[in-house]
């Protein structure tokens, strides 16, 4: 289930990432959605949507880190 707006993230997406690490998180959720939808079978235990969140979790990380205010703030 890609997502085609901002809009659709989920909550614990939209409520604490800025708006540039949603459009991360939703870029790379549906890249990840793509790319595995024929390895179905090769994740084991894991679901396709579980591993695009992981993906996506792991590209907003990249690029932004959890402030001691508890706010996520690009890295320097």
Known sequence: MPYKSR???PDNVKNV???HAQEIYQKAFNSAWDEYKDKED???DESR???AHK???AAVK???Q???DDKW???K
Request: charged fraction near 40%; hydrophobic fraction near 25%; avoid cysteine.
């Open 55 to 57: 993906v996506a979790w």
């Open 42 to 44: 090769r994740r084991g």
């Open 49 to 51: 949507e579980e591993v």
């Open 73 to 75: 703030h690009p890295k």
């Open 7 to 9: 809009s659709e993230l």
């Open 62 to 64: 990249h690029e932004y």
């Open 66 to 68: 959890k402030g001691d």
């Open 17 to 19: 990432l800025p708006t």
